[in-house]
């Protein structure tokens, strides 16, 4: 007996054994994709882990479908890494592997019904139903549910199939579907025929009469004259100014032979920077120091200032490791990021860097992978958001994670809810490969570590070229608004500061944390808020669309006229976000261009690139966004940035919010003056005296380092403190109020720590949904892994009480 053990993409924390031929047996390999049945009828794509002759005791093991891959797709570091993922941070190891795959290579069956061949039908014995299946199986071979679902015009066929089935006159058949395809492109040659000298005058004679015809040949020649490469289809058509209908004309007239050549979706195409990088006094000492580091330590923190030039010293270190042929792995917190971050790379290292995220098609994931697997010199670097950490690396030496603090590492749904950076230093570990964390504001854990003396820390506290830090100017709201010095949400100073600003010239930043017109709409009569229908918020005024929208659930209503509750006509907006900055600055400066930068504007593959191109080549001169631009962006010509409210940063129900709102307001400042020229900041806020705010302006990190970490101590939070949350789900609320009080008693019995809760969060229903969690800290002293197994059992526990089953609960590890 042969079996092989394997993960199935579904949300199952065991891995499941099938049985195998001996000849399959000697043929697969770890790593490799099988397809197999599992349930009923359906077949998923699994993956082969282990392979042994243990045979399983509780249920009898099915055969295997098929065998998918030739080689492994996956390696073995990567499982390991794996099943560390699905133990540390709670999840199933499906989850993992679905969540680590790209989906075109997770393969799901489709069911297709066939009509049997043996045999004679008595159509009178069928009803009208039945027949009309049988009917279209007489013109077409086989048909899928969704066409069985068309053809009755209605949802729940599986009866009408089932007696079908029943009556021996179908055939169902899981078939797989191979999503990826190659991408192929066309060619054209001239036909061998009229290669001599007599063939040309035959092919001039023929085309006497066709100008246009003769016209794309002439191109033709001239291109393969000058080109000495194949010759594109698109590229003949663009040079002759033709249609795809002539070349096609001069296909089937046989003048022409066509081809098709695979290649790689994601080509660079651009000039690679001959002359070397040359790096400053103070970038040279850091790039020496990170060296030295890397002796001892696996991990050193690079923590510049903004714009000290972090990325040229990354660029330096990249190249020495690819020099030894290893990989490297450059991680970004931003899709935003990367757009900008992969051309500055492609000028040094050329078709090296490939690129790994999500707004990237499902094909040109799986090229990404294929090249990343089979070694190849086109993904030696390569560039990407968080999921790009699970590619099958094989000889890993770096991994760059850049801007480390950033709360966008952490997956948030669905599991696995890994964080990138933690994760990577596990993964590096199993590669034998450095680690280096960059950013100008670290988060507190990553500079505690550093200063204890776990990770290496390397500080440069100058700007490249010795640009001084920008001037930080703070503007009393409060103060303003009392002597009407404001128009709309912008203060008489910072309207000053962009006019001088804009009158030089140069661009401005203005960084509102909030998109859409307005978070509320409030009727003056009565006080009622439109709220979701589904959710415990407010739903946002989005006046481009002119309608409310929930950004929770998606939920969207027409602007209302008139109150709901009261039917008075004196509804008013309250708040700001984005889209209203955007339009007061319209009224304010009508003949500059202004661009925004939220979710609303960059959807889409290309939705950033579009607006960072043309901010970058100075088509547009003021650029309003969220939190998308106070992230690593680097533009030479803004000279101001304004932050709108520094205040709706600093509130919020969260241990973390002072810290974020240090890295978030320095980071944005640090977008101005990049260049020679000293940039300019213009803080508008209610609380000008706030330690947060004096810390920005003083540019004081390690003040509001100490200050956190006192207050981490006191209150039992991270460094010195593991957070675990749990997260309850129901539609039910005095079910969900009662399982998670049970789910506290009994936590709180069995852990000799803080438990928190059950709470009620600041939003406490979403799609309909009622929300309780509950929080665990664990101290640095004891064993989380021993911690987790108890939590663990006690959740299976939750599981096994008939009347609780129905309550989704989610664990969040480490969910800061």
Request: charged share 25%; net charge neutral; proline share 3%.
């Amino acid at each position: 007996m042969h079996f092989v053990e394997v993960i199935l993409p579904l949300s199952l924390a065991k891995t499941f054994t099938y049985s195998v031929s001996e000849a399959e047996y000697n043929y697969i390999k770890k790593g490799m994709r099988l397809a197999v049945p599992f349930g009923k009828s359906k077949i998923y794509t699994a993956l082969a882990i282990e392979l042994h002759q243990n045979e399983p005791t509780l249920y009898e093991a099915k055969e295997i479908h098929q065998i998918l891959d030739e080689k492994p797709l996956v390696n073995e570091i990567q499982i390991t890494h794996w099943q560390w993922i699905a133990s540390y941070y709670m999840c199933a190891i499906g989850d993992v592997y679905r969540g680590a795959m790209p989906s075109a290579l997770l393969l799901e069956s489709e069911t297709i019904i066939s009509q049997k061949q043996s045999g004679f039908v008595d159509e009178s014995q069928l009803s009208d139903e039945e027949f009309l299946i049988f009917e279209a199986l007489q013109h077409q071979s086989s048909l899928k549910i969704q066409d069985v679902m068309a053809i009755l015009d209605k949802k729940n066929i599986f009866p009408v199939i089932q007696k079908l089935v029943d009556k021996n006159i179908l055939a169902l058949q899981e078939e797989m579907l191979e999503n990826y395809t190659p991408k192929l492109v066309r060619y054209v040659r001239l036909h061998s025929k009229y290669e001599s000298d007599s063939g040309l005058n035959e092919l001039l004679d023929t085309l006497k009469n066709a100008n246009k015809q003769k016209e794309v040949v002439l191109s033709y020649f001239q291109l393969s004259a000058s080109e000495k490469r194949p010759i594109t289809v698109k590229k003949l058509i663009e040079t002759s100014n033709s249609t795809s209908t002539v070349v096609k004309t001069l296909i089937d007239k046989k003048i022409f032979e066509e081809y098709h050549l695979q290649v790689d979706r994601v080509n660079f195409t651009g000039k690679i920077k001959e002359e070397e990088l040359q790096l400053s006094d103070a970038q040279q000492a850091a790039f020496e120091n990170i060296k030295q580091n890397f002796d001892q330590k696996e991990v050193c923190l690079l923590h510049g200032v903004t714009a000290s030039g972090k990325t040229e010293i990354y660029i330096k270190l990249i190249e020495e490791y690819i020099a030894t042929g290893n990989q490297v792995l450059y991680l970004l917190p931003e899709i935003a990021l990367t757009t900008q971050l992969v051309g500055r790379l492609r000028e040094y290292f050329g078709n090296k860097v490939a690129v790994f995220h999500s707004k990237y098609t499902n094909n040109e994931r799986v090229e990404v992978w294929r090249q990343v697997i089979d070694k190849s010199p086109k993904a030696q670097i390569v560039i990407g958001a968080r999921s790009a950490l699970f590619l099958p690396f094989s000889n890993l030496g770096l991994i760059v994670i850049d801007e480390e603090h950033e709360q966008t590492f952490k997956q948030v749904d669905p599991a696995p809810r890994y964080h990138a950076r933690d994760a990577s230093i596990v993964l590096a570990n199993s590669h034998k490969a450095k680690v280096l964390l960059g950013s100008a504001t670290p988060s507190i854990e990553t500079f505690f570590n550093a200063q204890s003396g776990k990770y290496g820390l390397v500080e440069i506290t100058e700007r490249y070229g010795k640009v001084r830090m920008p001037e930080i100017e703070l503007v009393d709201l409060k103060d303003k608004y009392f002597r009407k010095k404001m128009s709309g949400h912008f203060s008489d100073v910072l309207i000053d500061n962009i006019t001088s600003a804009l009158s030089l010239g140069e661009q401005v930043i203005l960084f509102q944390n909030r998109r859409g017109y307005s978070p509320i709409v409030e009727c003056i009569t009565c006080g009622h808020v439109p709220q979701c229908q589904q959710c415990d918020v407010s739903l946002t005024y989005h006046k481009h669309k002119n309608q409310l929208r929930c950004h929770y659930c998606g939920y969207s209503m027409a602007k209302p006229t008139n109150c709901h509750a009261c039917s008075s006509v004196d509804l008013i907006t309250k708040g700001f976000g984005t889209e209203q900055i955007q339009q007061e600055l319209v009224e304010l400066f009508p003949n500059s261009k202004i661009g925004r930068m939220d979710q609303d504007t960059t959807r889409g593959k290309f939705g950033f690139e579009k607006i960072i191109d043309s901010f970058k080549n100075r088509e547009i001169d003021i650029l309003v966004g969220t939190q998308m631009l106070a992230k690593g962006l680097d533009f030479d010509n803004v000279s101001l940035v304004g932050i709108m409210n520094a205040d709706n940063m600093l509130y919020h129900p969260d241990f973390r919010a002072f810290e974020r709102s240090y890295q978030m307001m320095t980071q944005v400042s640090g977008r101005s003056g990049r260049s020679e020229k000293q940039g300019k900041v213009v803080i508008q806020t209610y609380n000008p005296n706030h330690n947060t705010i004096q810390q920005v302006t003083n540019n004081d990190f390690l003040g509001m380092y100490k200050e956190q970490l006192y207050d981490r101590k006191i209150y039992y939070y991270p460094p010195y403190y593991r957070l675990i949350k749990l997260t309850l789900k129901h539609r039910d609320f005095e079910k969900l109020k009662e399982g998670s009080m049970w789910l506290y008693q009994v936590m709180k019995q069995n852990l000799a720590m803080p438990v928190l809760g059950p709470e009620e969060p600041a939003i406490s229903r979403i799609r309909n949904e009622y929300i309780r969690t509950i929080m665990i800290k664990i101290p640095q002293n004891t064993s989380i892994g021993g911690t987790k197994k108890t939590i663990q059992k006690i959740l299976n526990s939750f599981e096994s009480v008939s009347q609780y089953r129905a309550i989704r609960v989610t664990v969040n590890v480490d969910f800061y």
